[in-house]
């Protein structure tokens, strides 16, 4: 007679990736220091277990919202992690969740199992707790990937924002010079930027013109079949 099957007993969590974007500065991620077990007082990213009762897409803005008070502006799921061993306590299947936010309007504020929040560099992380630099090496990726042929970097900009600022975003994204005079000419080809009279003063040089990106113009042309592309 055959013993009897094994009922599951697999948690499902939520975690996500934030990336955040100072002016001239490295791109960034947001971690939380972790007040409780495992890994308590270790860096870790956002994010915790599913109610019963709750959506995915709802645990994961409530656990952004619960352990750093933010608000993506852009989030969506990234990716899948359910390695046997990656939780210390129970078998964890984490969905993992990509999102952009401009920190300049958001004000990071710790609250439930995380004693802080803060922004580090992608370039100088500490040490993280989980599998969590794998679910980072894989956003990075996605990020670089979805820049190039979606306009998802606005996200990280300003309201309103000299060109350079665009340039310097993608340059420091996709980690390498880009043609500036090519980008520039096809970006502007596209008709998503409109000019305002607002300028901006950098350096000894005269100053800039600030953009806005047309949200409307571009959903218009993705209904038409457009494809953004800066390559």
Do not use: C
Request: charged residues 30%.
């Amino acid at each position: 007679m055959d013993a009897p099957k094994k009922l599951q007993d697999i948690k499902v969590a939520v975690d996500a990736v934030i990336f955040g974007y100072f002016d001239k500065k490295d791109l960034q991620i947001l971690l939380i220091k972790r007040n409780i077990e495992p890994f308590k007082g270790g860096w870790a990213l956002p994010g915790g277990l599913v109610l019963d009762d709750e959506n995915l897409d709802d645990a994961v803005k409530r656990e952004l919202h619960e352990e750093a008070g933010i608000k993506p502006d852009f989030l969506e799921q990234l990716y899948t992690f359910g390695n046997v061993g990656r939780d210390p306590r129970n078998r964890v299947v984490s969905v993992a969740y990509l999102g952009l936010v401009n920190p300049s309007y958001h004000e990071l504020f710790a609250d439930s199992d995380a004693d802080d929040a803060q922004w580090f560099s992608v370039n100088k992380l500490p040490k993280l707790a989980f599998d969590h630099d794998k679910i980072i090496d894989i956003a990075l990726k996605r990020l670089r990937s979805k820049i190039q042929y979606q306009p998802i970097g606005f996200n990280l900009l300003n309201d309103e924002f000299p060109f350079s600022d665009l340039e310097n975003l993608y340059t420091t994204i996709i980690g390498q010079e880009i043609d500036r005079r090519n980008f520039r000419k096809k970006i502007m080809s596209y008709g998503l930027l409109t000019e305002t009279n607002n300028f901006k003063k950098e350096g000894s040089g005269r100053p800039g013109k600030l953009f806005t990106f047309n949200l409307e113009k571009y959903k218009e042309l993705e209904e038409q079949g457009f494809y953004f592309e800066i390559k």
